[in-house]
């Protein structure tokens, strides 16, 4: 993995804590250095490279599972054990060989894939996949036509899992109406005494509320299936070799839960097809670029397109308004609580953020009909 990193630290606390860690998975070697990669806003990840005894230098990534965000751990480490053993199975059954073709979780001593420290904090370790780099921002509509197949692939890799065999480990993590209802009651309730900083933020979103419940109520009637989702498809949460661009590993799998296809594509939409990065402050630099969304959405229907049902195909376009809207809904309800979720560098990071993807939505929304006519093209195919 090739997040954002820290520079490299070989002595002082920081590098024995990093150590400290290590050395409770199975890595062989002596501690050379570690790093902090600082992308993303959830959970604290280590960089640790060691060097074996044929004076080989391998490195690992060893990951904290952030508690106020997953309130059972356990259950989120029983889901990626699942998720990732069934993609290696199936990698392995095709390619003979999974090497750096998806993440692989070392064994702790005592033989769990976890640590629990004295902090209390729940540890994993992963393979560093070498060669590959992330981006934050789709850059070009090769890059957008590899972030959909990457995710496409995932999809079709666990499409024969069964749902039920994985835990739900955040509650209603895409139930839109829910969402929605937490975002008025920190709006009413304002324990941060932010609401008067939002109020055209809160009509934009009312305005919106009559198809907030669209997906869920055809889930309910039973015409979208329910399937095992990634939940958080980001750009940056997948590899891609840095000499091709090309698509290796999907990465960030703590939120594998049951879900809808169509909340993954969503994200994509929302996260592929604008230049602008999701804190840019400038919103005329906020839109959403067809020739990224048709790039996004070919690359994710070669891989998936053969077990999508119909509707979930026509619904693509929609679901990226959607989960934009929802993802500001939670952007802005965290701001209002006085940012206890995302993490956060200024105090009104998540009102810009929540700014940002409403105006993203918008755009989303003016191109439905040019959207909706491109998938029905490539539907037909």
Request: with cysteine.
């Amino acid at each position: 993995m090739t997040k954002t990193a820290s520079p490299r630290i070989s002595e002082g606390p920081l590098a024995a804590r990093i150590a400290k860690i290590g050395d409770q998975f199975a890595i062989e070697g002596e501690f050379l250095y570690g790093e902090e990669l600082c992308s993303g806003h959830i959970n604290t990840t280590y960089r640790a490279c060691y060097r074996t005894d044929e004076n080989h230098e391998e490195r690992y990534i060893l990951q904290r599972i952030n508690e106020k965000v997953f309130k059972c751990p356990k259950d989120v480490m029983r889901n990626v054990e699942k998720v990732t053993r069934h993609i290696m199975w199936k990698v392995i059954r095709r390619r003979k060989d999974a090497a750096g073709q998806t993440l692989s979780l070392y064994p702790a001593r005592g033989g769990r894939t976890y640590i629990t420290l004295e902090d209390g904090g729940v540890w994993r370790c992963y393979n560093n996949i070498e060669g590959t780099h992330t981006y934050d921002v789709v850059e070009n509509t090769r890059q957008a036509y590899q972030i959909g197949h990457a995710f496409g692939s995932f999809q079709n890799l666990i499409s024969d899992m069964n749902p039920a065999d994985i835990v739900e480990t955040i509650p209603n993590f895409h139930n839109t109406p829910k969402r929605y209802e937490a975002l008025e009651a920190a709006f009413a309730g304002d324990p941060a005494g932010r609401a008067a900083s939002c109020e055209s933020e809160m009509a934009l979103v009312r305005s919106w509320v009559p198809e907030l419940r669209n997906l869920i109520a055809l889930q309910e009637e039973g015409l979208l299936p329910t399937r095992i989702t990634h939940n958080d498809t980001k750009i940056n949460n997948v590899m891609l070799d840095a000499d091709t661009d090309q698509s290796v590993c999907v990465i960030d799998l703590d939120t594998v839960m049951p879900g809808l296809a169509l909340y993954d594509f969503g994200d994509m939409v929302r996260t592929a097809t604008c230049t602008a990065e999701e804190d840019e402050e400038d919103l005329s630099l906020v839109e959403m670029q067809m020739p990224f969304f048709e790039s996004l959405a070919e690359g994710y229907l070669d891989a998936a397109g053969d077990f999508l049902t119909k509707a979930e195909i026509d619904l693509l376009p929609f679901s990226g308004k959607l989960i934009t809207i929802e993802i500001g809904m939670r952007f802005l309800t965290d701001y209002l609580l006085g940012d206890s979720y995302f993490k956060v560098s200024r105090p009104d990071h998540n009102l810009v953020r929540a700014r940002n993807q409403f105006h993203l939505a918008q755009s989303i929304e003016r191109q439905l009909p040019k959207m909706e006519a491109f998938v029905s093209r490539l539907r037909v195919r």
